[in-house]
């Protein structure tokens, strides 16, 4: 059942602190404060490159990956849609790794390119949350999400807890390959532990993203989502559950590129909604807030208290979120704008678990 909530999508959506708990717990070990991952037929110390590939929402968490990957452990990850990937000529570094990524681990694009990638004599690795699928039978090795059954078309709780996956990888590959230190991996692994109570508190704001999404986003004709850094796959994200169950037309714009062409759409017609938790690139973000506001655009930001404190005045709404480390920021970000796409999505009267023209799986090309 939907456990009391009006749609599987919501229930999915309030049960991402026990799911994003249960996944890190598998991974995460208390007393040393490390990171354990399950037993793997290849050295991670010594992959010289990876290739991550996936589709949809799970390439989006691919891409938060990337970032990690290459600021915490220092290898280069290549970001592939598996779309993309299988028909073009890919060039991979010899003992490569490829990481796929698959809530239902049955999308055709993803399995196409897993097949290639074995052919091609990469490791491959599947982050995938049913475990019995054809993606997680095919790979080298499996490291899985734990989030339960997903039945909700739009992919919430599979999206956090690949994140929590990903998270995870990153620090394992930092140790593997002696880049990490113990230090910065207990304060990582810890920052990830904080993330099951603060996301149970980012859903208090249910209300006020309801009252948000009813007020701003159900009448906008065109939605604008920005970030960067990890927030800009992030942006990526609530544009495209936006789309996909509200049937609103949203864009997802790293935030710096908005004066390469989309600043062009702003008027006081479109709202534009900031992923801008405080980080170092938060400056940045405030800035382009103001080119918003300057053209007469609606911000609508989702940032911490510091963060709310400086562009309220600017912003039309700004929602504060708990103050967590910028490296699980993406975690906890991807939740308002589930939220906001639900709660619109449900204002509209469409069919929340089941949009039209699509499907769970992507079994066909
Ligand atoms: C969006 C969504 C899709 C899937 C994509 C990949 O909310 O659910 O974009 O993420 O079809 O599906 P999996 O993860 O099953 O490979």
């Given at each position: 059942g939907k456990g009391g909530h009006r749609h599987f999508m919501a229930k999915e959506?309030?049960?991402?602190?026990?799911?994003?708990?249960?996944?890190?717990?598998?991974?995460?070990?208390?007393?040393?404060?490390?990171?354990?991952?399950?037993?793997?037929p290849f050295d991670l110390g010594a992959v010289p490159r990876i290739t991550m590939i996936a589709c949809?929402?799970?390439?989006?968490?691919?891409?938060?990956?990337?970032?990690?990957?290459?600021?915490?452990?220092?290898?280069?990850?290549?970001?592939?849609?598996?779309?993309?990937?299988?028909?073009?000529?890919?060039?991979?570094?010899?003992?490569?790794?490829?990481?796929?990524?698959?809530?239902?681990?049955?999308t055709a694009d993803t399995l196409a390119a897993l097949r290639y990638c074995k052919q091609q004599g990469q490791h491959c690795l599947a982050i995938v949350n049913a475990p019995e699928s054809s993606i997680a039978r095919e790979a080298d090795a499996v490291l899985p999400t734990l989030a339960g059954p997903e039945i909700g078309v739009a992919s919430t709780k599979a999206f956090t807890t690949q994140l929590v996956v990903l998270a995870c990888l990153a620090i394992a590959l930092g140790r593997a390959r002696g880049t990490m230190d113990r230090?910065?991996?207990?304060?990582?692994?810890?920052?990830?532990?904080?993330?099951?109570?603060?996301?149970?508190?980012?859903?208090?704001?249910?209300?006020?993203?309801?009252?948000?999404?009813e007020e701003t986003i159900t009448p906008a004709r065109d939605v604008l989502y920005l970030g960067r850094g990890t927030s800009y796959p992030l942006a990526l994200e609530g544009a495209l559950k936006l789309k996909e169950i509200s049937y609103i037309h949203a864009e997802g714009y790293a935030a710096g590129e908005m004066k390469h062409g989309p600043i062009a759409l702003i008027d006081d017609s479109v709202p534009v909604v900031v992923i801008a938790p405080s980080d170092d690139l938060f400056d940045k973000t405030a800035s382009n807030v103001q080119e918003v506001v300057a053209r007469g655009g609606k911000a609508v930001v989702f940032s911490d208290a510091a963060g709310v404190a400086r562009l309220k005045d600017l912003a039309l709404e700004a929602i504060a979120l708990p103050a967590v480390d910028p490296f699980v920021a993406p975690i906890l970000y991807a939740i308002?704008?589930?939220?906001?796409?639900?709660?619109?999505?449900?204002?509209?009267?469409?069919?929340?678990?089941?949009?039209?023209?699509?499907a769970k799986a992507v079994t066909v090309e």
């Open positions: 959506i309030f049960e991402q602190p026990q799911v994003i708990g249960d996944t890190l717990n598998a991974m995460f070990n208390p007393a040393e404060r490390t990171i354990t991952l399950p037993d793997l949809g929402t799970a390439s989006l968490a691919g891409l938060v990956g990337k970032y990690w990957i290459e600021r915490f452990a220092g290898v280069a990850v290549d970001w592939d849609l598996a779309s993309e990937f299988r028909y073009r000529a890919p060039v991979m570094a010899e003992g490569g790794l490829a990481v796929f990524i698959s809530q239902s681990g049955e230090e910065t991996e207990a304060r990582l692994s810890g920052t990830l532990t904080e993330v099951p109570s603060r996301a149970a508190e980012v859903l208090n704001h249910d209300g006020r993203i309801k009252a948000l999404a308002p704008v589930q939220l906001l796409a639900y709660h619109t999505a449900v204002d509209k009267g469409t069919d929340v678990d089941q949009p039209r023209n699509l």
